[in-house]
Nanobody, 130 residues
Protein backbone atom coordinates (compact mmCIF):
# COMPACT_ATOMS: atom_id res chain seq x y z
CA UNK A 1 0.00 0.00 0.00
CA UNK A 2 1.05 3.60 -0.56
CA UNK A 3 3.18 5.12 2.15
CA UNK A 4 4.20 8.71 2.77
CA UNK A 5 6.82 9.18 5.47
CA UNK A 6 7.75 12.64 6.70
CA UNK A 7 10.97 13.58 8.47
CA UNK A 8 12.99 16.64 9.38
CA UNK A 9 10.84 18.14 12.09
CA UNK A 10 12.21 19.27 15.41
CA UNK A 11 12.68 22.14 17.83
CA UNK A 12 14.05 25.40 16.45
CA UNK A 13 14.29 28.97 17.66
CA UNK A 14 12.27 31.73 16.07
CA UNK A 15 14.02 32.98 12.95
CA UNK A 16 15.58 29.60 12.29
CA UNK A 17 15.13 27.14 9.44
CA UNK A 18 14.11 23.54 8.91
CA UNK A 19 13.79 21.31 5.86
CA UNK A 20 11.05 18.73 5.87
CA UNK A 21 11.16 15.69 3.61
CA UNK A 22 8.44 13.27 2.60
CA UNK A 23 9.36 10.01 0.90
CA UNK A 24 6.65 8.25 -1.06
CA UNK A 25 6.67 4.52 -1.71
CA UNK A 26 4.50 2.07 -3.66
CA UNK A 27 3.27 4.69 -6.08
CA UNK A 28 4.39 6.24 -9.34
CA UNK A 29 5.48 9.48 -7.74
CA UNK A 30 5.71 11.46 -10.96
CA UNK A 31 1.96 10.96 -11.50
CA UNK A 32 1.04 12.78 -8.31
CA UNK A 33 0.53 16.37 -7.27
CA UNK A 34 1.86 16.96 -3.76
CA UNK A 35 0.99 19.15 -0.82
CA UNK A 36 1.98 20.06 2.72
CA UNK A 37 -0.54 20.76 5.47
CA UNK A 38 -0.20 21.40 9.19
CA UNK A 39 -2.27 21.04 12.32
CA UNK A 40 -1.70 22.85 15.57
CA UNK A 41 -3.24 21.63 18.85
CA UNK A 42 -6.92 22.47 19.03
CA UNK A 43 -7.05 23.64 15.43
CA UNK A 44 -8.11 22.12 12.14
CA UNK A 45 -5.59 20.90 9.62
CA UNK A 46 -4.71 23.74 7.26
CA UNK A 47 -3.08 24.09 3.88
CA UNK A 48 0.56 25.20 3.75
CA UNK A 49 1.96 24.60 0.25
CA UNK A 50 1.20 22.68 -2.94
CA UNK A 51 3.20 21.61 -5.97
CA UNK A 52 1.80 20.47 -9.28
CA UNK A 53 2.58 17.12 -10.86
CA UNK A 54 4.64 18.93 -13.48
CA UNK A 55 6.65 20.67 -10.78
CA UNK A 56 6.13 24.01 -12.51
CA UNK A 57 3.33 25.43 -10.37
CA UNK A 58 3.36 26.19 -6.65
CA UNK A 59 0.77 27.63 -4.31
CA UNK A 60 1.35 28.85 -0.77
CA UNK A 61 -0.80 29.89 2.14
CA UNK A 62 -0.52 33.62 2.75
CA UNK A 63 0.92 32.95 6.20
CA UNK A 64 4.01 31.22 4.77
CA UNK A 65 4.46 32.98 1.45
CA UNK A 66 8.03 34.21 1.02
CA UNK A 67 9.29 32.03 3.88
CA UNK A 68 8.52 28.45 2.77
CA UNK A 69 9.45 26.68 -0.47
CA UNK A 70 8.02 23.40 -1.74
CA UNK A 71 9.96 21.28 -4.22
CA UNK A 72 10.15 17.71 -5.48
CA UNK A 73 12.70 15.18 -6.62
CA UNK A 74 11.04 12.58 -8.83
CA UNK A 75 14.15 10.39 -8.85
CA UNK A 76 14.10 10.12 -5.07
CA UNK A 77 10.27 10.04 -4.80
CA UNK A 78 10.53 12.89 -2.34
CA UNK A 79 8.81 16.20 -1.74
CA UNK A 80 10.49 18.85 0.39
CA UNK A 81 9.36 21.84 2.40
CA UNK A 82 12.12 24.33 3.09
CA UNK A 83 11.04 26.56 5.97
CA UNK A 84 12.91 29.71 6.95
CA UNK A 85 12.28 32.72 9.20
CA UNK A 86 10.21 30.42 11.37
CA UNK A 87 7.77 31.90 13.84
CA UNK A 88 6.19 30.44 16.98
CA UNK A 89 2.86 30.34 15.14
CA UNK A 90 4.39 27.85 12.68
CA UNK A 91 4.42 25.27 15.49
CA UNK A 92 2.34 22.30 14.34
CA UNK A 93 2.39 18.75 13.12
CA UNK A 94 3.23 18.87 9.41
CA UNK A 95 1.74 16.38 6.96
CA UNK A 96 2.50 15.67 3.34
CA UNK A 97 -0.21 14.53 0.97
CA UNK A 98 -0.41 13.06 -2.52
CA UNK A 99 -3.07 13.35 -5.21
CA UNK A 100 -3.14 11.11 -8.30
CA UNK A 101 -3.64 12.87 -11.58
CA UNK A 102 -7.20 12.75 -12.84
CA UNK A 103 -7.89 13.50 -16.44
CA UNK A 104 -5.67 15.06 -19.06
CA UNK A 105 -3.86 18.37 -19.13
CA UNK A 106 -4.07 18.72 -15.35
CA UNK A 107 -0.37 18.48 -14.61
CA UNK A 108 -0.09 22.18 -13.97
CA UNK A 109 -2.76 22.36 -11.27
CA UNK A 110 -2.19 22.59 -7.52
CA UNK A 111 -4.65 21.58 -4.81
CA UNK A 112 -5.27 23.30 -1.50
CA UNK A 113 -8.10 21.42 0.18
CA UNK A 114 -7.76 18.43 2.50
CA UNK A 115 -10.35 16.54 0.48
CA UNK A 116 -8.37 16.98 -2.73
CA UNK A 117 -5.76 14.45 -1.61
CA UNK A 118 -5.75 10.67 -1.76
CA UNK A 119 -2.91 9.74 0.58
CA UNK A 120 -1.46 11.22 3.77
CA UNK A 121 1.62 10.74 5.88
CA UNK A 122 1.69 10.40 9.66
CA UNK A 123 3.20 13.82 10.21
CA UNK A 124 6.35 15.32 11.69
CA UNK A 125 6.30 17.77 14.58
CA UNK A 126 7.75 21.25 14.21
CA UNK A 127 8.13 23.37 17.33
CA UNK A 128 9.33 26.96 17.13
CA UNK A 129 10.37 28.59 20.39
CA UNK A 130 10.23 32.34 20.94
Amino acid sequence: QVQLVESGGGLVQAGGSLRLSCVATRLTFSNYAMGWFRQAPGKEREFVAALSQSGRTTTYADSVKGRFTISRDNVKNTVFLQMSSLKPEDTANYYCAARILRGVNVGRYTYTRNEDYDYWGQGTQVTVSS
